[in-house]
């Protein structure tokens, strides 16, 4: 059945039970929920944190590559990192579809089953959104994540300063490298099938080293298909003092610069670390050295977080998905705000950008 077969009232009806299992709503939190014409939600700390995001068919996923379920996780993911890197937790999720009438009614309920089972694990209830038509062919859908820092203040881009530890918390590289393995025309629909998502290790490593290429290659589409980022590990930072945060979503070369640049400050990062920690196992088994280096430099849509913190001492102690230091943040040079490695400027280390390709 396709959505022009239905109505958007019927479709509401088919969604909202998905919706009701991605959290517990009560009142004190969310005094007025999906039904009216806005909810209603509270801010115990008395601010709220607002992120948004959108992916757009044929651009941000392919139907060839991610089923719908893998399209609501990733799109929870991005959006819950977001919160996370403020230093915040997530509290209510608000969903929108723009999608052409010709679109199978169950790729929408298997789109709200996959933002509903990372909402449900953040505990931020779905609650309301939008339904609109689109232009053949067209599926444009959205989140707007809420976050409450519970009487913390945000943290910041702005924050590092010299003399700071810089770490990362989740995995790097591998949702870059199962995005170039798909490129390559490895890992199929079908390896990507599960009812809850899962996740790398939380030293970003992934397999072992010794593990089969093939179970190397699955690891990667499959994380790249549905990440799902660390955002316990925002709040949780956040309490420890972080000074700066911000998820990995660009690259971790790029999104470090703009910490570097907001802060004022130069970044160096430990090359060794970043070789032994993330880039070997599952990505070199995949890709090879060469592109498994790269991709921990540049891969984007990770969602891990990344932050300066002021010495190793004040890590947040996470035993399960702990933080891994990876550089130093130094003083301001003659060049202005950049970042190194090993102290030197890293080549062809472009992340991504929406409008320059």
């Known amino acids: 059945m396709r959505l022009r077969d239905t109505s958007e009232g019927e479709l509401l009806a088919r969604i909202f039970p998905i919706y009701a299992g991605s959290g517990h709503v009560d009142e004190a939190s969310v005094p007025v929920g999906p039904g009216d014409d806005a909810a209603v939600v509270g801010a115990p700390g008395g601010t709220v944190v607002a992120t948004t995001d959108s992916m757009v068919r044929g651009l941000d996923w392919r139907d060839d590559w991610s089923s719908a379920h893998d399209v609501g996780v990733k799109l929870a993911a991005q959006n819950l990192a977001d919160i996370a ?24 309920e298997d789109l709200a089953r996959g933002i509903a089972s990372l909402a449900s694990r953040a505990g931020a209830p779905v609650v309301g959104g939008d339904l609109s038509g689109a232009p053949a062919g067209v599926v444009v859908v959205s989140v707007t994540a809420l976050g409450d820092l519970r009487g913390r203040a945000p943290v910041r881009r702005c924050g590092a ?48 080293a010794g593990s089969s290429r093939s179970a190397a290659v699955r690891e990667l589409v499959t994380y790249h298909r549905a990440p799902v980022p660390p955002w316990q590990a925002g709040p949780r930072a956040g309490a420890c003092g972080a000074r700066a945060l911000i998820d990995v979503s660009d690259g ?29 196992g599952s990505l070199t088994v995949a890709l090879g050295e060469r592109e498994a280096w790269h991709q921990v430099l540049t891969g984007g849509e990770e969602h891990s977080l990344v932050g300066a913190f002021a010495g190793e001492a004040s890590l947040p ?3 399960d998905r702990p933080w891994v230091v990876i550089g130093r943040v130094l003083p301001l040079g003659s ?6 490695v090993d102290g030197e400027v890293p080549g062809d280390a472009k992340g991504w950008d929406h409008f320059a390709r």
């Open 85 to 108: 890197a403020m230093g915040a937790e997530p509290t209510a999720l608000l969903v929108s579809l723009a999608a052409d009438p010709d679109l199978q009614v169950s790729w929408a």
């Open 161 to 208: 300063r010299p003399g700071d530890v810089i770490a990362v918390c989740g995995s790097l590289g591998l949702s870059g490298g199962g995005l170039a393995l798909l490129h390559r025309g490895e890992g199929t629909l079908s390896d990507a099938v599960w009812d809850e998502p899962g996740c790398s290790d939380g030293g970003g490593r992934g397999s072992d």
């Open 252 to 280: 971790l070369v790029t999104d470090l610069t703009r910490i570097a640049r907001a802060s004022e400050v130069g970044i160096d990062l430990d090359g060794t670390v970043l070789r032994e920690r993330f880039a070997a």
């Open 317 to 319: 102690p996470d035993t």
């Open 335 to 340: 060049g202005g705000p950049h970042l190194t």
